[in-house]
Nanobody
Framework: QVQLVESGGGLVQPGGSLRLSCAASGFTFSSYAMSWYRQAPGKERELVAV????????DYADSMKGRFTISRDNAKNTVYLQMNSLKPEDTAVYYC?????????????WGQGTQVTVSS
């Protein structure tokens, strides 16, 4: 059974930091490029950070560059999103995404999301 389980969300003050985790199971994690998306109320889901290849150099949305960092630990089947200098506009539900490469190309999985609220 494929699972992506996000954790680490919560309420944080502007300027603060959070680290989100996404634990993967049920698929060959090392063969999947991982990414983070977010969706704010009333808005479409948007890309936050993406690996083009598993463990490759990531890309970030312009508004997150320099503040957010995606990383992965293949031994723990986990991808992380370190978020620093958080702003109220970062408030959203954050989702992790896994996209298969090579033999697994075309397979795509989503987590259930974790809420991040940036407010004083």
């Amino acid at each position: 059974q494929v699972q992506l389980v996000e954790s680490g969300g919560g309420l944080v003050q502007p300027g603060g930091s959070l680290r989100l985790s996404c634990a993967a199971s049920g698929f060959t994690f090392s063969s999947y490029a991982m990414s983070w998306y977010r969706q704010a109320p009333g808005k479409e889901r948007e890309l936050v950070a993406v690996e083009r290849t598993p463990g490759g150099i990531p890309d970030y949305a312009d508004s997150m560059k320099g503040r957010f960092t995606i990383s992965r630990d293949n031994a723990k089947n986990t991808v992380y999103l370190q978020m620093n200098s958080l702003k109220p506009e970062d408030t959203a539900v954050y989702y992790c995404n896994a996209e298969g490469t090579g033999w697994f190309r075309g397979r795509k999985y989503w987590g259930q999301g974790t809420q991040v609220t940036v407010s004083s």
